[in-house]
Nanobody, 114 residues
């Protein structure tokens, strides 16, 4: 099994930046896709960004040009650099792992205040 722990959420003003981190532990396969999802109050969970083991990335249209996903395969970590934050980015952000199994983190709250 794989366990994920997120960190880095918090309260930030509009236009500010935050960097989320996710640490994976357990039976992490060398080939995997890591992703960030988010869920705003009253809304469905949505995909924010993905990154493969060879660092191919994909982003939701709503965050393109503002968010950057990256990873450190040695440290088994994935990051989400969030710039130019907007109130609509307010959500709980979840780290996701897909390899031979799937795992979710517990989530980290991001609040963008205007």
């Amino acid at each position: 099994q794989v366990q994920l722990v997120e960190s880095g959420g918090g309260l930030v003003q509009v236009g500010g930046s935050l960097r989320l981190s996710c640490t994976a532990s357990g039976s992490v396969s060398s080939l995997n896709i890591m992703a960030w999802y988010r869920q705003a109050p009253g809304k469905q969970r949505e995909l924010v960004a993905t990154i493969t083991s060879v660092r191919i990335t994909n982003y939701a249209d709503s965050v393109k040009g503002r968010f950057t996903i990256s990873r450190d395969n040695v440290k088994k970590m994935v990051y989400l650099q969030m710039n130019s934050l907007k109130p609509e980015d307010t959500a709980v952000y979840y780290c996701n792992y897909k390899g031979y199994s799937e795992a979710w983190g517990q989530g980290t709250q991001v609040i963008v205040s205007s």
